[in-house]
T-cell receptor
Framework: ETAVFQTPNYHVTQVGNEVSFNCKQTLGHDTMYWYKQDSKKLLKIMFSYNNKQLIVNETVPRRFSPQSSDKAHLNLRIKSVEPEDSAVYLC????????????FGEGSKLTVL | GQQVQQSPASLVLQEGENAELQCNFSTSLNSMQWFYQRPGGSLVSLFYNPSGTKHSGRLTSTTVIKERRSSLHISSSQTTDSGTYLCALDHNYAQGLTFGLGTRVSVFP
């Protein structure tokens, strides 16, 4: 049963546009994450957010930024998309400050033309 | 190099056959997790297994930390088991989970 909700599930846009993906979890978890899955299907952490503490993967370009209104929401904003941003973006959550067991959303597939 | 190595990369099974998927890691870890990814993208958590053996239906996960490996056993495979099985290790909170490339399983009737 899905408890991590992502919207939209698909988005097609052009280079230079701004894109936002929304994520909400109903599990009462303390930590949320964004992962990127590239064309080779490798999943890599982009951000983790816990109790207002943001941890950023240093390889993530600055045009990406997470936005959170409360611990149940963590959105992902891409300021000016590039072709290499085409990927599936997966939101996840876990209980507690450590990673623990992760629960993923359905994913948001971004295609940049 | 890749910190998490999964083997085999792909596997074809006839319905009813058993399968063993391997995951080897090159660093120490806090925990190991197995996920199933459906064709189409969503990930389902199968096991959160820091060490030892866990069972869930036809699936068994065994993690041996000293040997830096974890395995996922599928018994009596069904066509609905088709998909990609990913293992991920948690060795550093700040870095999140480190994923392998997965084992793509295809089960035919």
């Amino acid at each position: 049963e899905t408890a991590v909700f992502q919207t939209p599930n698909y988005h097609v846009t052009q280079v230079g546009n701004e894109v936002s993906f929304n994520c909400k979890q109903t599990l009462g978890h303390d930590t949320m994450y964004w992962y990127k899955q590239d064309s080779k299907k490798l999943l890599k952490i982009m951000f983790s957010y816990n109790n207002k503490q943001l941890i950023v993967n240093e390889t993530v370009p600055r045009r990406f930024s997470p936005q959170s209104s409360d611990k149940a929401h963590l959105n992902l904003r891409i300021k000016s998309v590039e072709p290499e941003d085409s990927a599936v973006y997966l939101c996840a959550s876990s209980l507690g400050a450590g990673t623990g067991q992760l629960y993923f959303g359905e994913g948001s597939k971004l295609t940049v033309l | 190099g890749q910190q998490v190595q999964q083997s085999p990369a792909s596997l074809v099974l006839q319905e009813g056959e058993n399968a063993e998927l391997q995951c080897n890691f090159s660093t120490s870890l806090n925990s190991m997790q197995w996920f199933y990814q459906r064709p189409g993208g969503s990930l389902v958590s199968l096991f959160y297994n820091p060490s030892g053996t866990k069972h869930s239906g036809r699936l068994t996960s065994t993690t041996v930390i000293k040997e830096r490996r974890s395995s996922l056993h599928i018994s009596s495979s069904q066509t609905t088991d088709s998909g990609t099985y990913l293992c991920a290790l948690d060795h550093n909170y700040a870095q999140g989970l480190t994923f392998g490339l997965g084992t793509r399983v295809s089960v035919f009737p």
